[in-house]
Nanobody, 127 residues
Framework: QVQLVESGGGLVQPGDSLRIACSIS????????MAWFRQAPGKEHEFVAA????????YDADSVKGRFTISRDNPKNMLYLQMNNLKAEDTAVYYC????????????????????WGQGTRVTVSS
């Protein structure tokens, strides 16, 4: 089990950029599949982006493709989500999540595959 703490959320305007971060403690994140999910008000959790432990594979939701980039710094045990050209519909609480086992393409977008979740950081996009 790992502990996840998100940071960097806030209020931004449409078109702005924001980078949120996740600090991982408890174990090395090197072999963990890491991902970001989000939950907008009144909606269920939604997959945003994921990256395998090796960093060789990244996966994005269609809604953020070309705008968001997930990255990781294994030596520092940090996960990041760079969000560009933010839209009002990106408003949500963003969660950092971790899976200790390797996930495959068909399961990497499923929230039930991730056993560790952070408390979330709120991102509000509004003019």
């Amino acid at each position: 089990q790992v502990q996840l703490v998100e940071s960097g959320g806030g209020l931004v305007q449409p078109g702005d950029s924001l980078r949120i971060a996740c600090s991982i403690s408890g174990r090395s994140m090197t072999r963990y599949t890491m991902a970001w999910f989000r939950q907008a008000p009144g909606k269920e959790h939604e997959f945003v982006a994921a990256m395998k432990g090796s960093g060789a594979g990244t996966y994005d939701a269609d809604s953020v493709k070309g705008r968001f980039t997930i990255s990781r710094d294994n030596p520092k045990n940090m996960l990041y989500l760079q969000m560009n050209n933010l839209k009002a519909e990106d408003t949500a609480v963003y969660y950092c999540v971790a899976a200790s086992r390797g996930l495959i393409t068909s399961t990497i977008r499923l929230q039930g595959e991730y056993e560790d979740w952070g408390q979330g950081t709120r991102v509000t996009v509004s003019s």
